[in-house]
């Protein structure tokens, strides 16, 4: 069986070795360049690849579609005058994705939701589906973010690590330090500043190198910021109000110590710093500053050599002038004396004392001051005053008690450091400064009898007997002189009898002041029912809690022995 198969086998054309050979030579021929065409294509697409691949590994991210060198851009520390860090770099992990490899981007925006679900899903879906080759999706991850992202496996998404601005502090020194944006630039506060004074052309030029950025020192005291803040926000919730703040000055050179305004922000979440009502009111809002003034009045009447300290007004009935009638708010109705005209806090008084003054020497005493010119400091956020376009007398005798005109309260404070130290106008500074340095810029503005007489009114208005307004801010131990200002707000165009801006403002020890305090409360509410909402009862004991929790730390140690001892003024 098996012989017959091998004979017909043999018998055929394939049985017979010519044609079988003729067969193989005619296959051959054809598959050879069909190899050889397929390991061309093949070998061709290697290549193309192994070239992409090669060109990625080769390409810096920064380049084209990438962020900018920029972004990575260090930053100088800051810190406070004992070295204490306001603000710091860290590093952070910032997510990007590169669509042109995102396989499915409705899949991959889903798993990035159940991390990130604040995710704007409209716009990063767009982001997914725009086919570039590099988009950023989120910027400053926290170490969780990262690595939840990392295990949801998305092919296309990568991270990048970046410099993220720190602040140990939060939102205690947020309105004096400021902020960067997502690039680490400075936007406002003290970063901005820094910025300005040429950290951002460094950046730029790539010379903003961490082994080459000293530390950038302020005047603040972290331990009084943080009492400052403490208060103020304490104070907030006392007495109902819309705004409080305070601010402490060192006398001698005009150094900022603290300053804080609430309601503020974190800057390490500031989402809401741009809302309205959080703006820092010490240095960017200007409000009727009320009987505060009339410590510049009084000083401006003593200063022109027409009134001294034994000069008296006649307060017993309204000052009247025009059509226009000035009167007290608790008035004594007689003759009172120039002490007695800031102490009782007389309007009448304080009206009489510019007449007697005069417009022109009015105006110019106030702008002498300082208080009518924009503030010139390092903090960018600084307003302008107001002032009527032309001064009438009305205007001169309702500026007189702090109406009619407004500034900022951090230019109020400055105002009074120059009533305190011997008469000398000085710039506030966020950085330190020696008393020498102070006074080669600072401005001879009332004379050293001026000074020492203000000095004396701000201890009568303080000393507990004598009927003044600073009683309630005393404080044991220390010598504290000071002035009340309660201020009716404008409410629909017309001054309210509910509705105030109250201030205090002083000095300690007021034998020799090292230190100007002013504080504010924004539209108070009375602390208990029945009681009123006067300064005196809200802006002074803030004043109050200020120093007697600061003072210490500042070097201003109490001293009981000096409670029943006189101040002594000459009244030449």
Same mark, same amino acid.
């Given at each position: 069986?098996?012989?017959?198969?091998?004979k017909?086998?043999?018998?055929?054309?394939?049985g017979?070795?010519?044609?079988?050979d003729?067969?193989?030579?005619?296959?051959?021929?054809?598959?050879?360049?069909r190899? $050889?065409?397929t390991? %061309?294509?093949?070998? /061709?697409?290697y %290549?193309?690849?192994?070239?992409?691949?090669?060109?990625?590994?080769?390409?810096?991210?920064e380049?084209?579609a990438g962020p900018?060198?920029?972004?990575?851009?260090?930053r100088?520390?800051?810190?406070?005058?004992n070295?204490e860090?306001?603000?710091?770099?860290?590093k =952070?992990?910032?997510?990007?994705?590169?669509?042109?490899?995102?396989?499915?981007?409705?899949?991959?925006i889903? &798993?990035l939701?159940t991390?990130l679900p604040?995710?704007?899903?409209e +716009?990063t879906?767009? &982001?997914?589906k725009s086919?570039?080759?590099?988009?950023?999706?989120?910027?400053?991850?926290?170490p *969780? +973010?990262q690595?939840?992202?990392?295990n949801?496996?998305v092919?296309?998404?990568?991270?990048?690590?970046?410099?993220r601005r720190?602040?140990?502090?939060?939102? =205690?020194a947020?309105?004096?330090v400021?902020?960067v944006n997502v690039?680490? +630039?400075g936007i406002? /506060?003290?970063?901005?500043?820094?910025?300005?004074?040429?950290?951002?052309?460094?950046?730029?030029?790539?010379l903003?190198?961490?082994?080459?950025?000293?530390?950038f020192q302020?005047?603040?005291?972290?331990r009084?910021?943080?009492?400052?803040?403490? @208060?103020?926000t304490?104070?907030? =919730?006392?007495?109902?109000?819309i705004a409080? /703040?305070?601010?402490?000055l060192?006398?001698?050179?005009?150094?900022?110590?603290?300053?804080?305004?609430?309601?503020d922000?974190d800057p390490?979440?500031?989402f809401?710093a741009?809302?309205?009502?959080?703006?820092?009111?010490?240095?960017?809002g200007?409000?009727?500053?009320?009987?505060t003034? *009339?410590?510049?009045?009084?000083a $401006?009447?003593?200063?022109?050599?027409?009134?001294?300290?034994?000069?008296t007004?006649d307060a017993?009935?309204?000052?009247?002038?025009?059509n +226009?009638?000035?009167?007290d708010?608790?008035?004594k109705?007689?003759v009172?004396?120039?002490?007695?005209?800031f102490?009782?806090s007389?309007?009448?008084?304080?009206g009489? @004392?510019?007449?007697?003054?005069?417009?022109?020497g009015?105006?110019?005493?106030i702008?002498?001051?300082?208080?009518?010119?924009?503030?010139?400091?390092?903090l960018?956020?600084?307003?302008?005053? =107001?002032?009527?376009k032309?001064w009438k007398?009305?205007?001169?005798m309702t500026i007189a008690f702090g109406h009619g005109?407004?500034?900022?309260?951090?230019q109020?404070?400055?105002?009074?450091?120059?009533? $305190?130290?011997g008469?000398f106008l000085?710039? #506030?500074?966020?950085?330190?400064r020696t008393?020498?340095?102070a006074?080669e810029?600072a401005?001879r503005?009332?004379?050293?009898q001026?000074?020492?007489? $203000?000095?004396?009114?701000y201890?009568?208005?303080?000393?507990?007997?004598?009927?003044?307004?600073a009683t309630?801010?005393?404080?044991?131990g220390y010598?504290?002189?000071? &002035?009340?200002?309660?201020?009716?707000?404008?409410?629909?165009?017309?001054?309210?009898k509910d509705?105030r801006?109250?201030?205090?403002?002083?000095a300690?020890?007021?034998?020799d002041p090292?230190?100007?305090?002013?504080?504010?409360?924004?539209?108070?509410k009375?602390e208990? #029912?029945?009681?009123?909402?006067?300064?005196?009862?809200?802006?002074?004991?803030?004043?109050s809690?200020?120093?007697?929790r600061?003072?210490p730390?500042?070097?201003?140690?109490?001293d009981?022995?000096?409670?029943e001892?006189?101040?002594?003024?000459?009244?030449?």
């Amino acid at each position: 069986m098996i012989g017959k198969w091998r004979k017909r086998f043999e018998g055929t054309a394939l049985g017979s070795g010519i044609v079988v050979d003729g067969e193989r030579k005619a296959f051959g021929s054809r598959a050879r360049p069909r190899l $050889m065409m397929t390991m %061309a294509v093949f070998l /061709g697409l290697y %290549a193309a690849l192994s070239g992409r691949m090669i060109h990625l590994a080769m390409t810096d991210p920064e380049v084209g579609a990438g962020p900018a060198s920029r972004v990575t851009a260090s930053r100088p520390d800051i810190i406070d005058r004992n070295g204490e860090v306001l603000a710091t770099d860290i590093k =952070t992990a910032s997510l990007f994705a590169e669509p042109r490899r995102i396989v499915d981007a409705d899949e991959a925006i889903e &798993k990035l939701a159940t991390i990130l679900p604040d995710i704007n899903y409209e +716009q990063t879906y767009n &982001k997914l589906k725009s086919g570039a080759g590099f988009v950023w999706l989120r910027r400053q991850l926290t170490p *969780k +973010q990262q690595s939840d992202i990392m295990n949801l496996g998305v092919p296309g998404f990568g991270f990048r690590t970046e410099k993220r601005r720190f602040y140990p502090g939060g939102s =205690t020194a947020a309105h004096i330090v400021g902020l960067v944006n997502v690039d680490n +630039q400075g936007i406002s /506060g003290i970063e901005k500043y820094i910025d300005d004074q040429g950290l951002a052309d460094l950046q730029a030029s790539g010379l903003a190198q961490p082994k080459d950025l000293a530390p950038f020192q302020l005047s603040i005291d972290l331990r009084v910021q943080h009492i400052v803040h403490d @208060e103020i926000t304490q104070a907030l =919730t006392r007495y109902h109000a819309i705004a409080a /703040g305070a601010v402490v000055l060192n006398a001698k050179t005009g150094e900022v110590v603290a300053m804080a305004s609430v309601p503020d922000f974190d800057p390490n979440n500031p989402f809401n710093a741009h809302e309205k009502d959080r703006l820092n009111r010490m240095s960017a809002g200007t409000y009727e500053m009320g009987s505060t003034i *009339k410590s510049f009045t009084t000083a $401006m009447a003593l200063d022109s050599g027409k009134m001294n300290l034994n000069s008296t007004v006649d307060a017993s009935k309204p000052f009247r002038f025009g059509n +226009q009638t000035i009167r007290d708010f608790h008035g004594k109705n007689r003759v009172l004396t120039l002490p007695e005209v800031f102490i009782f806090s007389s309007n009448i008084g304080s009206g009489h @004392e510019a007449d007697i003054v005069g417009l022109e020497g009015h105006r110019e005493f106030i702008h002498r001051m300082g208080l009518l010119d924009r503030m010139k400091t390092e903090l960018p956020e600084v307003a302008r005053p =107001t002032e009527p376009k032309v001064w009438k007398k009305v205007h001169s005798m309702t500026i007189a008690f702090g109406h009619g005109m407004s500034t900022t309260p951090l230019q109020t404070a400055v105002g009074v450091v120059a009533l $305190m130290n011997g008469g000398f106008l000085m710039n #506030p500074t966020f950085l330190p400064r020696t008393r020498d340095a102070a006074l080669e810029s600072a401005t001879r503005v009332v004379s050293q009898q001026t000074s020492d007489e $203000m000095r004396y009114l701000y201890k009568l208005n303080a000393t507990k007997g004598t009927g003044g307004s600073a009683t309630r801010a005393t404080v044991p131990g220390y010598r504290i002189g000071g &002035k009340t200002g309660t201020a009716e707000k404008v409410v629909h165009g017309r001054y309210s009898k509910d509705v105030r801006f109250n201030a205090f403002v002083g000095a300690f020890p007021i034998d020799d002041p090292q230190y100007v305090v002013l504080s504010i409360v924004d539209e108070p509410k009375p602390e208990k #029912p029945g009681q009123a909402a006067t300064a005196g009862l809200n802006a002074g004991p803030l004043f109050s809690n200020i120093i007697r929790r600061s003072a210490p730390l500042l070097g201003v140690q109490p001293d009981f022995r000096l409670e029943e001892k006189p101040l002594l003024v000459s009244s030449q």
